[in-house]
């Protein structure tokens, strides 16, 4: 593809508001069930210096754009202490799950906007566009990625709320190693790894045309 600097500056203030909120979220939810850790640590704040990670927020969410491949990454991970949680692993599940939540909501929103303005479409030209599509496909990459149930993502969260003892003593041992894990499948399985982000972003897409009547 043609490389356009332009683009990639737009990608990156997606990627970054995308994961500001994402953290947030985590954060929030936290706060409400009784863990002030992330608020103590000043991760409550729209301060884009408090939250991105040079790595996951800035070079794989650009690399991956300019491979052409679905676009995910992610922040610093807000410093969370379950024990002063609400439900405790419950809690945790609930805290995990404010994130992918909170970028399926963002997706949502802006394809409504999109949709209706007709801005999604080209009405108000390519760059409009642009920013629309990728605020839908970029939130749709962050939501599915952290999903994914290896921990430390939130979808690790998840399954050890509902797993038996011994397979959360697997997920413990396993999280040190979480991200290596994570990057290995993706190396050796990127082709897979991307279709099945692809088809999992579409058939999203599916659901939010079907409803508007699409």
Excluded: C, Q
Aim: hydrophobic residues 55%; aromatic residues 16%.
């Amino acid at each position: 593809m043609n490389l356009n600097f332009g683009y990639v500056l737009i990608i990156l203030v997606i990627v970054v508001i995308s994961v500001i909120l994402h953290e947030l979220a985590h954060g929030i939810v936290a706060y409400w069930l009784g863990d002030h850790t992330a608020k103590d640590a000043g991760r409550l704040t729209f301060n884009p210096i408090k939250h991105i990670d040079p790595y996951m927020s800035i070079l794989v969410p650009v690399v991956l754009y300019i491979l052409n491949a679905p676009v995910f990454g992610g922040a610093k991970p807000v410093p969370i202490n379950y024990r002063n949680l609400k439900w405790r692993e419950w809690g945790m599940a609930l805290v995990a799950i404010a994130g992918p939540l909170t970028n399926f909501l963002l997706s949502f929103i802006f394809f409504l906007i999109g949709h209706f303005s007709g801005l999604l479409y080209g009405s108000g030209g390519a760059l409009p566009a642009f920013i629309f599509a990728e605020f839908v496909y970029v939130n749709l990459g962050f939501m599915l990625f952290n999903l994914i149930p290896i921990p430390p993502l939130d979808g690790s969260r998840v399954l050890y709320a509902i797993a038996p003892d011994s397979f959360r003593n697997v997920l413990a041992n396993i999280e040190r190693y979480g991200f290596i894990i994570v990057y290995a499948l993706i190396l050796i399985f990127g082709e897979l790894f991307s279709s099945l982000m692809t088809n999992g972003m579409n058939g999203i897409l599916h659901f939010f045309y079907f409803t508007v009547g699409g």
